[in-house]
Antibody, heavy 123, light 108 residues
Framework: QVTLKESGPVLVKPTETLTLTCSVS??????????VSWIRQPPGKALEWLAH???????YYRTSLKSRLSISKDTSKSQVVLTMTNMDPVDTATYHC???????????????WGQGTLVTVSS | EIVLTQSPGTLSLSPGERATLSCRAS???????LAWYQQKPGQAPRLLIY???SRATGIPGRFSGSGSGTDFTLTISRLEPEDFAVYYC?????????FGQGTKVEIK
């Protein structure tokens, strides 16, 4: 059974650094067909992709946030970590991690998602 | 960066009616990398359609996807009460992932 679960602070202050952890089970972060993305959703707004890490440790970031984001993984712990520096109230959102999957036909999609964790940025 | 534009923003329909949701890309998207998700309040998105037209595991046959290039469509043939939700299209290309802004399907 594949699961992803996000954890991290509920409240951060402006200018602080946010660190979120995605703990996965039911698959290995070293599986070549799989990667993990972080995706956020401000209250009442659309989904916004932030960052992705592939099994070979290739990393990709949303261009507009690239200077503030860092994604990493610990395969032995089955965890993917996202850090976002210099947090601002506009970064208030539910942060989801999701598994990206390349199937045998070459399709790529997010097939499993974590429930998400709401992060509020406020002093 | 590929921008996905979904229309309409809101679709007001009655149970049993047909829903047609559009997703238009600012440049051509590989069908292999076009997916649709359903999201209900307080829940994570759920994969409905991948590869533009393949239903994900457990998704009822009333959901279908079509399209290619820059124009993609999600169709719900007969709306069930549990189908009223927000639907997002999403693409992957050049190591960049994009979501549309969503279409809300609400009860009329």
């Amino acid at each position: 059974q594949v699961t992803l679960k996000e954890s991290g602070p509920v409240l951060v202050k402006p200018t602080e650094t946010l660190t979120l952890t995605c703990s996965v089970s039911g698959f290995s972060l070293s599986n070549a067909r799989m990667g993990v993305s972080w995706i956020r959703q401000p209250p009442g707004k659309a989904l916004e992709w932030l960052a992705h890490i592939f099994s070979n440790d290739e990393k990709y970031y949303r261009t507009s946030l690239k200077s503030r984001l860092s994604i990493s993984k610990d395969t032995s712990k089955s965890q993917v970590v996202l850090t976002m520096t210099n947090m601002d109230p506009v970064d208030t959102a539910t942060y989801h991690c999701a598994r990206g999957y390349f199937d045998s036909l070459g399709n790529y999609y997010f097939d499993y998602w974590g429930q998400g964790t709401l992060v509020t940025v406020s002093s | 960066e590929i921008v996905l534009t979904q229309s309409p923003g809101t679709l007001s329909l009655s149970p049993g009616e047909r829903a047609t949701l559009s997703c238009r890309a600012s440049q051509s998207v590989s069908s292999s990398f076009l997916a649709w998700y359903q999201q209900k309040p307080g829940q994570a998105p759920r994969l409905l359609i991948y590869g533009a037209s393949s239903r994900a595991t457990g998704i009822p046959g009333r959901f279908s996807g079509s399209g290619s290039g820059t124009d993609f469509t999600l169709t719900i043939s007969r709306l069930e009460p549990e189908d009223f939700a927000v639907y997002y299209c999403q693409q992957y290309g050049n190591s960049w992932w994009t979501f549309g802004q969503g279409t809300k399907v609400e009860i009329k």
